[in-house]
């Protein structure tokens, strides 16, 4: 006799869930079930999908999201300093800056890192969008704002070749100690950028 097991719909719905990242199998399973229960959890989720697919998509100029038909927000903003450009990972880095209340000038979305492990190569990323922006002129800086693990690093010594020779100053953010943290905390790496980056009082 088989064992038994959800109808095939359901068993492709947790495939497609459980293929979002950080979803394992018994969290799509969850997930799952937590949509079937009242019925009316499905279509709301099916609006919004399909909303974001026909509605939403993104700049030309900075890659962050934007509704489809209006002005980006960022770049069309006349608040922000036009001279300084910082570029992140992905399309959330722009909103965690924001949030910080620390930056004030332009965004470029890379739409990742470098990774040959994983098969991403400049051509993947828009590497080349970024350089006509430079070459464009008006910027006096370019600040790298990409991760510190091995594929942030390589990213933006990748980067910083290319932009060195374009007459604008390249910077990356300072990396250290987190503020609130202690010397117990921190790792090796950690405490040697902290100790090569610190600053005068």
Known sequence: MPALDYPPPLRRLVAQLKSLPGLGPRSAERLMLWLMQDGGRIEPLMDALMGATSRVVACE???FFMEHGQECALCHDPRRQKAVLCVVEQAADVLRLERSGAFHGQYHVLGGRLSPLDNV??????IAALMQRVQSGGLEE???AVGSDVEGEATASYLG???????????????GLPAGGGLDH???????QALHGRRPL
Do not use: F
């Open 61 to 63: 100029d900075c890659g």
């Open 142 to 144: 370019v600040i790298l």
């Open 186 to 192: 921190a790792d090796e790496l950690t405490l040697y």
């Open 161 to 175: 070749d290319l932009l060195r020779h374009q007459g604008v100053a390249v910077s990356r953010l300072a990396q």
């Open 121 to 126: 190569t400049p051509e993947d990323l828009r």
